[in-house]
C-alpha cells in the first residue's frame, strides 16, 4: 500500500476532523515532487475532487469546500492532511488520498456527520 489515509470517524455537524495520508513507502525526493490530493464519494455518488496541493504547495479546492477545509503537505514526515471544519451532512463519504502522476490511492477513511 503506496498511501494509507487515517482520521476519519463521526462527527455531528459544525465540527472538525483532521484527515491524514501517509506515504511510508514513497521516498521523500519523489513524495515532495508529487501532487497530493483527497477525494471523497458518497454513497451512491461518483468519486469527486475535494482538494489538491501541488508540490510548491499551491492549492485547489472544490467550491463546496471552499473556506472550510485546509489541505497541507509535511515532507518531513511524508504525509498530507485534510483539515475539516464546519462540517455538513453533505460532507459525509469516504475520503481518499491520492499522488498524481503516479495515480497511487489510499484505502480510504469514512467520514459521517450527523444532522
Known amino acids: 500500500v503506496q498511501l494509507q489515509a487515517s482520521g476519519g470517524g463521526l462527527v455531528q455537524a459544525g465540527g472538525s476532523l483532521r484527515l491524514s495520508c501517509a506515504a511510508p513507502r514513497m521516498i521523500t525526493s519523489v513524495f515532495n515532487s508529487v501532487t497530493m490530493g483527497w477525494y471523497r464519494q458518497a454513497p451512491g455518488k461518483q468519486r469527486e475532487l475535494v482538494a489538491t496541493i501541488s508540490s510548491g504547495s499551491s492549492t485547489n479546492y472544490a467550491d463546496s469546500v471552499k473556506g472550510r477545509f485546509t489541505i497541507s503537505r509535511d515532507s518531513a514526515k511524508k504525509r498530507v492532511y485534510l483539515q475539516m471544519n464546519s462540517l455538513k451532512a453533505e460532507d459525509t463519504a469516504v475520503y481518499y488520498c491520492?499522488?498524481?502522476?503516479?495515480?497511487?490511492w489510499g484505502q480510504g477513511t469514512l467520514v459521517t456527520v450527523s444532522s
Open positions: 491520492n499522488s498524481q502522476p503516479q495515480n497511487f
